[in-house]
T-cell receptor, first 109, second 115 residues
Framework: SQQGEEDPQALSIQEGENATMNCSYK?????LQWYRQNSGRGLVHLIL?????REKHSGRLRVTLDTSKKSSSLLITASRAADTASYFC?????????FGSGTRLLVRP | KAGVTQTPRYLIKTRGQQVTLSCSPI?????VSWYQQTPGQGLQFLFE???????NKGNFPGRFSGRQFSNSRSEMNVSTLELGDSALYLC??????????????FGSGTQLSVL
């Protein structure tokens, strides 16, 4: 079964708006990572947050991690049409990186 | 530095056949992981190889196998293909492997269609 589950499954926003995606998981983790995938291609790593961190920033990305609630969120600020893609969280647990089902983000120009 | 290279990009096979997919990791990376991606099941972990040894394995039948060579290149084999094996197969590499707090670098994948 999937370790990470993203919510929502799909999100449609206007260019310039913020996009928030959530990820929930089931077991203890070493770290949690977010990846992006464009249209059936390979995944690209976005950001990694360790289990002892609560928040991390990278450019327009902000990731939070709440280990007590076993959840993480990815915020993309000031979205652009080029941000249209699928976003996956991946949980590093038991020496395996297990991916969630993904959130499909559509940014309308 | 060249990225992760997967060949072939597309493959069409018929049920019962077998297939071999190839992955060349980023130079210097010793770990290669394989994932199967389908619309219904998402990304499923197949296995990870590190220094020619399988270090971890997902919940796939024995028809799915792999190996890693001394130059870290990896191959994945699927025997007795079934329709449900149609998927995008993704390979990813990293320096020290999964569980070491590293990010994965993915190839573009091999799209396998089983008819």
């Amino acid at each position: 079964s999937q370790q990470g589950e993203e919510d929502p499954q799909a999100l449609s926003i206007q260019e310039g708006e913020n996009a928030t995606m959530n990820c929930s998981y089931k077991t203890s983790i070493n770290n949690l990572q977010w990846y992006r995938q464009n249209s059936g291609r390979g995944l690209v790593h976005l950001i990694l947050i360790r289990s002892n961190e609560r928040e991390k920033h990278s450019g327009r990305l902000r990731v939070t991690l709440d280990t007590s609630k076993k959840s993480s969120s990815l915020l993309i600020t000031a979205s652009r049409a080029a941000d249209t893609a699928s976003y996956f969280c991946a949980v590093d647990s038991s020496y395996k990186l297990i991916f969630g089902s993904g959130t499909r983000l559509l940014v309308r120009p | 530095k060249a990225g992760v290279t997967q060949t072939p990009r597309y493959l069409i096979k018929t049920r019962g056949q077998q297939v071999t997919l190839s992955c060349s990791p980023i130079s210097g990376h010793r770990s290669v992981s394989w994932y199967q991606q389908t619309p219904g099941q998402g990304l499923q972990f197949l296995f990870e190889y590190f220094s020619e040894t399988q270090r971890n394995k997902g919940n796939f039948p024995g028809r799915f196998s792999g190996r890693q060579f001394s130059n870290s290149r990896s191959e994945m084999n699927v025997s007795t293909l079934e329709l449900g094996d149609s998927a995008l197969y993704l390979c990813a590499s990293s320096l020290e492997g999964q569980g070491e707090g590293e990010k994965l670098f993915f190839g573009s994948g091999t799209q396998l269609s089983v008819l």
